[in-house]
């Protein structure tokens, strides 16, 4: 049995982060993408504990005062976080646990868990993040605007990652994270 380990995806919106974990689980058999808690009301279409676990204020407020969280933030009102739990519980069976979270939490996550390999995807640049974003067609001026300044954000923290990864091929970028991942699963406990 392979050794389980945590492997935190971080990157600016854009940068390609979801297409490369979607890679990733098709060419690493014991890779698990673990999902977040959430107060948000499930929108149409969603299923309780397939996109998210929809927990109710209580419940997730629970979590912060029992340490049962990885990491969590609040956006527009709600709460996001990751179930230590669920993610310890696939580690211990061998798998390799994949969190797609931002920068703050990924460094929440290192906190609580040194072990953690943390993964930065960046773009080839940031034009091409740009145009990136604008080929979407899904998110107005406004929103891109904001989008590049928290990218900058972001880019500014990309050394305190375990490896960085520029996504300009797909395919590259796919073969170095796929190798990364089962080279750090195939490393001996302890």
Not at 38 to 49: F, Q
Not at 143 to 164: C, G, H, N, Q, T
Not at 182 to 188: L, P, T, Y
Request: hydrophobic residues 40%; proline residues 4%; charged residues 30%.
């Amino acid at each position: 049995m392979r050794h389980g380990n945590l492997f935190v995806i971080s990157g600016p919106s854009g940068a390609g982060k979801g297409t490369l974990v979607a890679r990733l689980l098709r060419e690493v058999p014991d890779a698990w993408v673990s999902r977040s808690v959430t107060t948000r009301a499930p929108r149409e279409g969603e299923v309780d504990g397939v996109h998210y676990q929809f927990a109710s204020a209580e419940e997730f407020q629970d979590l912060v005062d029992t340490d049962g969280l990885l990491e969590w933030a609040t956006y527009a009102g709600n709460r996001y976080g990751t179930p230590r739990a669920t993610v310890e519980d696939h580690m211990a069976c061998g798998e390799q646990v994949i969190l797609e979270i931002d920068v703050q939490g990924a460094f929440q996550v290192r906190d609580k868990m040194p072990a953690a390999r943390l993964v930065f995807i960046e773009p080839p640049s940031l034009q091409v993040l740009e145009e990136r974003l604008r080929g979407r067609g899904t998110e107005s001026d406004e929103v891109i605007e904001a989008r590049m300044k928290a990218a900058e954000v972001e880019l500014s923290r990309k050394m305190e990652y375990d490896m960085r990864l520029v996504n300009d091929n797909l395919d590259e970028a796919t073969d170095a994270l796929v190798r990364y991942v089962n080279e750090q699963a195939e490393k001996a406990r302890g």
